[in-house]
């Protein structure tokens, strides 16, 4: 074997060698965060909610027969009184209708009429003797049929009277029109709602709270003042009551709709204003952002930081709750422990971190080191 061979026998096992020793894993780098450092919480103050302003008593109006629409005056925020009229169907039928009833009343008195003269008549020939008494009865049970018809034809004249009547759709109490639901020409069902009426009267402001807010809302019923109204741009406060908490959430948004009774305040129909409920104040462990708080092992927890070796370890922690865009911890935490606010699912126990910088401040702090380096006294100026 020659040199050359040798040489490349040589190189051929030292590539080997270096293929099968393992690799070393790059170093995990060194990650920002953001911290905060927990000191005493005092948690309540208010809670504030969008509410609109809705009538106590609010009736979807519909026709009690069926028809085509051939006139609507009401229209949307027009004020109407009691028996205005509102809307009306087509009435040629109707009053056919009562016209046929009005023929059969007719038939039934002419039929009861003749019935009374027959049973009058044989009553007379049976005095004399001339017919048996079964016949007098079987004449006095045709007249009380015919006075049975009569009955009936009237009662039927009178309901073809009254849907004559339903042929035109008026207010049943005074307020203001919300909706209009159909227009001039559809045909309308029995039932059909053509316009909601708000009626004049109490006002309510109706809004819509979380889950965990309807039980402290229900403990509120009907305690005057319990809460305030503000309408938006305004300064002033209306007091109200709550007088309504729905017994099951809402199946879309999984919340409950309250109504809160303003009385007579002078607040208009589909005006927004603002509800705001006082929450008592309470001590807590912290007050966290919601970025600070992750779910480990289905349980809240938190990381703190070990400002000595600058490394991060999971803290579990028991929610009490939330206040406004914050996490109330009621336990797991003491005051003076620095606590990660962001950044938390990139990290792992013992993980070495640094405190995060804004951009604004490590420039400064780059020029202020770099100042300080040029400040250096030369050998003549130290002279």
């Known amino acids: 074997m020659n040199v050359s061979a040798l040489s490349f026998f040589t190189l ?29 919480a005092n948690v309540g103050g208010t809670q504030e909610f969008a509410a609109d302003i809705r009538a106590r008593t609010e009736s979807r109006l519909a026709f009690r027969v069926g028809g085509k629409l ?10 109407v009184r ?10 040629a039928d109707l009053r056919l209708q009562q016209d046929a009833a009005n023929a059969g009343l007719r038939a039934a008195q002419s039929s009861q009429d003749l019935a009374q003269a027959e049973f009058k008549r044989y009553q007379e020939l049976r005095e004399q003797g001339f017919i048996s008494s079964l016949e007098l009865e079987r004449r006095e049970t045709t007249l009380q049929a015919q006075r049975a018809q009569l ?45 909601r009426l708000a009626h004049d009267g109490p006002r309510d402001a109706v ?11 229900r403990a509120l019923l009907g305690k005057t003042g319990a809460i305030r109204v503000r309408p938006w741009g305004a300064t002033t406060f209306l007091p109200a009551t709550v007088r309504e908490v729905a017994a099951a959430a809402d199946p879309a948004t999984r919340t409950f709709l309250v109504k809160a009774d303003v009385g007579d305040a002078p607040l208009q129909l589909g005006q927004t204003v603002t509800a ?33 070796t600058m490394t991060v370890k999971v803290q579990p922690v028991v929610v009490a709750g939330a206040d406004g865009n914050a996490v109330v911890v009621a336990s797991g935490l003491n005051e003076g422990q620095t606590v990660v606010t962001a950044g938390v ?3 792992t126990p013992g993980q070495k971190v640094k405190l995060y910088e804004a951009p604004a401040q490590a420039a400064s702090a780059a020029t202020a080191s770099t100042a300080a380096s040029a400040v250096v006294p030369t050998p003549a100026a130290s002279r």
């Open 151 to 195: 009955d009936q034809a009237r009662s039927q004249a009178s309901m073809q009277g009254n849907m004559a009547s339903y042929a035109v759709l008026t207010a049943t109490a005074a307020g203001v029109v919300t909706a209009v639901e159909a227009e001039v020409g559809a045909v309308v069902a029995t039932g059909s709602p053509v316009v």
């Open 345 to 347: 699912h990139t990290l």
């Open 12 to 40: 051929g096992a030292v590539l080997l060698l270096a293929a099968c020793s393992p690799r070393t894993a790059p170093p995990e780098p060194v990650r920002a965060v953001r911290t905060m450092t927990v000191g005493p």
């Open 82 to 91: 009691a028996g205005q009229a509102l809307a009306q169907l087509d009435p």
């Open 70 to 79: 051939t006139a609507r005056p009401a229209e949307v925020g027009q004020r």
């Open 276 to 308: 705001v409920i006082d929450l008592p104040r309470r001590d807590a462990a912290a007050r966290l952002p919601l970025s600070a708080v992750m779910q480990q092992q289905g349980q809240p927890a938190v990381w703190l930081l070990d400002r000595t």
């Open 207 to 217: 809004f819509a709270v979380p889950e965990d807010g309807a039980a402290g809302l």
